[in-house]
């Protein structure tokens, strides 16, 4: 914990990267979690993540721009210690800095591309209502179906993309300031 007198002054970010560089070594360690992190926590764990991977020659903008890839997690895993989950929004943030944001179509797939994973609960929710028609009569099923209607989804998954961006453009243009 950074007292607020010292905060962002850059203690929290080499306190983090401290504690990365003790455990990296350490092949006792798979990865380093962090649970229910506070939104400030996550922002600080992306600068981070996101400055130690665009070190990395598979997080390199050339590659990035392919997509994510199961390598892409792989050598996070391996190099520094980060989980799929973690993995995926660095590649995000390093993508949107990568990414020519007045390109239509380069900006288009980028945003398709996050947006297919920001889909994934809305496609799991989709898959629960498929178990519920066998166990609810029409009127109850109806109930909960209107509760989660089309329009409504479109405009949540939209709501997050937003939130989820302008994370990203400050964390991106943290990392570039490097």
């Given at each position: ?9 850059g203690?929290g970010?080499e306190?983090?990267?401290t504690?990365y560089n003790?455990y990296l ?8 979690t962090?649970?229910?992190p ?5 922002a600080?764990?992306d600068y981070v993540?996101a400055?130690?991977c665009?070190r990395?020659?598979?997080?390199q903008p ?9 390598e892409?997690?792989?050598?996070a895993q391996?190099?520094?210690?980060l989980n ?6 660095v590649?995000?943030i390093?993508?949107?800095r990568a990414t020519?944001?007045?390109n ?6 980028y945003?398709l ?13 989709q898959?629960e ?5 066998q166990?609810?009569?029409?009127d109850e099923l109806?109930?909960?179906?209107a509760s ?11 709501s997050l993309?937003?939130?989820?961006e302008?994370?990203y453009l ?5 990392v570039?300031t490097?």
């Amino acid at each position: 914990m950074i007292l607020p007198p010292f905060q962002r002054q850059g203690h929290g970010a080499e306190l983090l990267q401290t504690i990365y560089n003790q455990y990296l070594g350490d092949e006792r360690v798979l990865d380093m979690t962090a649970e229910d992190p506070s939104d400030e926590f996550a922002a600080l764990r992306d600068y981070v993540d996101a400055r130690n991977c665009s070190r990395l020659s598979s997080y390199q903008p050339s590659v990035i721009r392919s997509g994510f890839t199961p390598e892409l997690a792989r050598q996070a895993q391996k190099e520094l210690k980060l989980n799929k989950q973690q993995a995926r929004r660095v590649y995000e943030i390093l993508r949107l800095r990568a990414t020519d944001r007045s390109n239509p179509l380069e900006y288009r797939n980028y945003r398709l591309d996050v947006k297919r994973r920001l889909n994934k609960p809305f496609q799991k929710q989709q898959s629960e209502i498929k178990k519920l028609q066998q166990v609810l009569d029409p009127d109850e099923l109806a109930a909960t179906i209107a509760s989660t209607g089309l329009e409504e989804r479109h405009q949540k998954l939209n709501s997050l993309y937003e939130l989820t961006e302008q994370s990203y453009l400050r964390t991106a243009e943290k990392v570039a300031t490097v």
